[in-house]
C-alpha cells in the first residue's frame, strides 16, 4: 500500500513539473526560483478562473431559484436543472484543474465530451423515471410490474450511456455489444424454464385475472393469494399450508377465482323419499335457511329438482355466499347440510337411503325352529 502511494506521488509530481516544462530527469539543472514563479503564476490563474465558474453557477441558481417563485414552478420539475448546473460547475473546474497541470488538449477534450455525454443520459434517465411512474399511476398496474419497467428501463440507458461514454475515449463499442447479445443468447437458453415464468409473471400481473386476498382454484391447488412475483404465485390453503406455483403452470391452467365477484353460488344435494311431497320438502328447507345466517338470504335460497334417484327423488339446494366468507366454504355446506336434515325430519319428511332387494326364482329354505 506504501508503494502505491509513493508511485502516485511521483506520478503527480512528475506532471507538475512537466506542465512547467521541467524533465524529472534534470532536476539538477533546474532554476527554482523560475519553476516558483511558473507555478504560482498556474495557481493564480487555476484561482481566478474557478472563481469565475462558481461565480457564474451561483447566479444561475439564483435566476432558477427566481424563476421558480414567480412562475410557481414545482421543485421537482427545476431539480435536473439544478443538478444539470453543479453538474457544468464541477465538470468546469475539473477543465481547469486538469488544462493547469499540463494534461493534453486531446484528453480534456475527450473527458469533457465524456462527462457531457454522461449528464445528457442522467437527465434523460431522471426525466424518463418520473414520467414512467406518473404514466403507470394512471394506469393502476401492479408495483412488481412497475419496479420491474424501472429496472429495465435504468439498465438500458446505463448500458448505453456507459458505451457513449467510452466512445469518447476510442473504445470500439461495436465489438462489446456483439460479445454481450452472445452472452445474452447463451444465457436465454441455459434459463429458459425461469424466462418462461418470468414472462408468465409479467402477463399476470398486467392481465390481473386474480389480486391479492382472492381465493382461487388453479388444477388442484385451492387457496387464497398470498403474494404474485414475478416467478412464482403463492397460496395459503384452508389447512394454513403455503403452496408455491411456477407462473408458467398458471398462466397454461384453468383458472377458477372463487372471489372475482360480489356473490358465488354453491349447490348442495339432498333426497326425499317418492311418496313425500316436492313442494313440501321446498317449503321447508328454504324456511329452515332463511333463518341461517352464515349465508346470504338476496338472493333467497333455492331448491328445485334434479333428478329421480335409485331411491328417491334428488333436490338440489342453492345458496349464495360473500367473498370474505369462501375460505369457510367446507364448514358451511356441513352446516347447511344439518340443517336440512333436520329441517326435514321435524316436518317428518323421509330421508332415503339405498335398498338392495334380492329376488330369487326358487324357494328359500327357512330351518325348523
Not at 61 to 68: A, D, N, P
Not at 123 to 138: D, E, G, H, K, P
Amino acid at each position: 500500500m506504501s508503494q502505491f502511494i509513493q508511485q502516485l506521488h511521483q506520478a503527480f509530481t512528475d506532471s507538475l513539473l512537466y506542465a512547467v516544462g521541467v524533465s524529472p530527469l534534470h532536476l539538477e539543472q533546474v532554476d527554482w526560483a523560475r519553476v516558483g514563479g511558473m507555478l504560482l503564476s498556474k495557481l493564480v490563474v487555476m484561482l481566478v478562473l474557478l472563481s469565475m465558474v462558481w461565480l457564474l453557477y451561483v447566479g444561475f441558481r439564483s435566476s432558477l431559484h427566481m424563476l421558480e417563485r414567480r412562475l410557481h414552478v414545482a421543485s421537482e420539475w427545476l431539480s435536473p436543472l439544478h443538478q444539470a448546473l453543479r453538474f457544468f460547475a464541477l465538470l468546469s473546474s475539473g477543465i481547469v484543474v486538469l488544462s493547469q497541470v499540463g494534461i493534453a488538449a486531446e484528453s480534456v477534450q475527450a473527458i469533457a465530451r465524456a462527462a457531457i455525454a454522461g449528464l445528457v443520459f442522467y437527465v434523460f434517465w431522471i426525466s424518463t423515471l418520473r414520467f414512467l411512474s406518473r404514466a403507470l399511476r394512471r394506469f393502476q398496474l401492479e408495483q412488481a410490474i412497475h419496479q420491474l419497467l424501472r429496472n429495465i428501463l435504468s439498465v438500458m440507458i446505463v448500458l448505453f450511456g456507459f458505451a457513449a461514454v467510452l466512445a469518447q475515449f476510442g473504445v470500439n463499442i461495436v465489438s462489446i455489444i456483439a460479445g454481450l447479445g452472445i452472452v445474452g443468447l447463451a444465457v436465454g437458453f441455459a434459463a429458459q424454464s425461469t424466462l418462461a415464468n418470468f414472462i408468465a409473471g409479467i402477463t399476470i400481473l398486467i392481465e390481473r385475472p386474480f389480486r391479492i386476498g382472492d381465493w382461487v382454484r388453479i388444477n388442484n391447488n385451492e387457496g387464497k393469494i398470498i403474494r404474485i412475483a414475478l416467478r412464482t404465485t403463492h397460496l395459503k390453503t384452508r389447512d394454513n399450508i403455503s403452496v408455491i406455483i411456477p407462473n408458467q403452470t398458471v398462466a397454461s391452467s384453468v383458472l377458477v377465482n372463487l372471489t372475482a365477484r360480489p356473490l358465488s353460488r354453491f349447490d348442495i344435494e339432498c333426497r326425499i323419499g317418492y311418496a313425500e311431497s316436492i313442494p313440501q320438502a321446498r317449503e321447508v328447507i328454504r324456511a329452515r335457511l332463511a333463518s341461517f345466517n352464515r349465508i346470504l338470504h338476496s338472493p333467497e335460497p333455492m331448491v328445485t329438482t334434479k333428478a329421480l334417484g335409485d331411491s328417491g327423488v334428488i333436490l338440489l339446494v342453492r345458496f349464495w355466499l360473500s367473498p370474505e366468507l369462501i375460505a369457510q366454504l367446507p364448514m358451511i355446506s356441513e352446516q347447511v347440510l344439518e340443517e336440512i336434515k333436520h329441517a326435514l325430519n321435524d316436518a317428518n319428511i323421509e330421508i332415503p337411503y339405498p335398498h338392495l332387494r334380492l329376488v330369487s326364482s326358487e324357494p328359500v329354505n327357512q330351518s325348523p325352529d
